[in-house]
């Protein structure tokens, strides 16, 4: 069963102050690496947006991997967010981009950017069982199961090809873990390298943008041949940590498809 939901600890917490403030408020958060995005935050904050960065996973009474992770978390730093800020929006990369688009189904937002993300809910494994990423109300959402027999091909490994043939494996269980976008009435921003060698985020990308332009919602998706699965963003560092694995792309690549994307990314989010 799942954990009871509990709340972010304040050592899992980054909080971000503009000197002058838009009005706007972003929480923000990482992928697999675990990490809290300090940088990001700060670089955010100097831009005029108040952010909360959190840990969501590994941190103090947390899940110590994404499994079975409680949305609440997200819902309640989003809310407690609000009663600070004249508008608020959600910014999350990777695993934490299928949190923020889960996330953003739920609460209305001002805005949401998701960086290399998914179209599905995918699962993960703890303590040797596999379920859900995530909860809602202590049950656990449909996930796309793993394909059982694949196997990495390189060292370190990418995972890629994995996510793909998971994908298309089973259509009802892909259906069903399917993140019904179309309840996000907030714009999207999409960020998609196209040498993304985690997870076709370039084909998640595509999903989320057919999905929502059948019930008319406003989507923009920025996405460089070149680029893989970190975004960098306008005076960022390379990223460390996090799990060894081909990532794809490279810094030139990935720090363009961060330019371009800055200066919607801040109006969005203003």
């Not at 009435?185 to 989320?208: H, K, M, N, Q, Y």
């Not at 975004?231 to 363009?256: I, N």
Request: with cysteine; glycine share 10%; aromatic share 8%.
């Amino acid at each position: 069963m799942p954990v009871p939901f509990s709340q972010v600890s304040d050592v899992d917490r980054h909080d971000a102050f503009p000197t002058t403030p838009s009005g706007g408020g972003v929480l923000l958060f990482a992928g697999s690496s675990g990490r809290i995005e300090q940088e990001r935050a700060d670089l955010l904050a100097a831009h005029g947006i108040r952010v909360r960065a959190i840990r969501w996973f590994g941190g103090a009474g947390q899940r110590a991997v994404p499994h079975e992770v409680p949305l609440e978390l997200f819902i309640d730093e989003l809310d407690s967010l609000r009663a600070e800020c004249d508008h608020v929006s959600i910014f999350g990369t990777s695993f934490g981009a299928e949190a923020a688009l889960l996330t953003a189904t739920l609460r209305p937002v001002h805005a949401v950017v998701a960086a290399s993300p998914s179209s599905v809910a995918w699962g993960g494994v703890q303590d040797g069982r596999w379920s859900s990423h995530w909860t809602l109300d202590g049950r656990a959402l449909p996930w796309v199961p793993f394909d059982e027999e694949w196997m990495p091909r390189h060292d370190p490994p990418e995972y890629l090809s994995l996510y793909e043939t998971s994908l298309h494996r089973d259509t009802a269980a892909t259906e069903a873990a399917t993140i019904p976008v179309e309840r996000i009435a907030a714009p999207v921003i999409l960020t998609a390298g196209g040498d993304d060698r985690v997870w076709p985020s370039a084909e998640f990308a595509a999903a989320i943008v057919k999905r929502r332009a059948g019930h008319g919602l406003q989507t923009e998706l920025f996405s460089a041949p070149g680029a893989g699965h970190r975004l960098l963003l306008p005076g960022e560092s390379v990223a460390t940590g996090g799990m060894s694995m081909r990532r794809g792309g490279d810094e030139e690549s990935d720090r363009a498809l961060g330019n371009r994307v800055w200066p919607p990314v801040l109006d969005a989010l203003r």
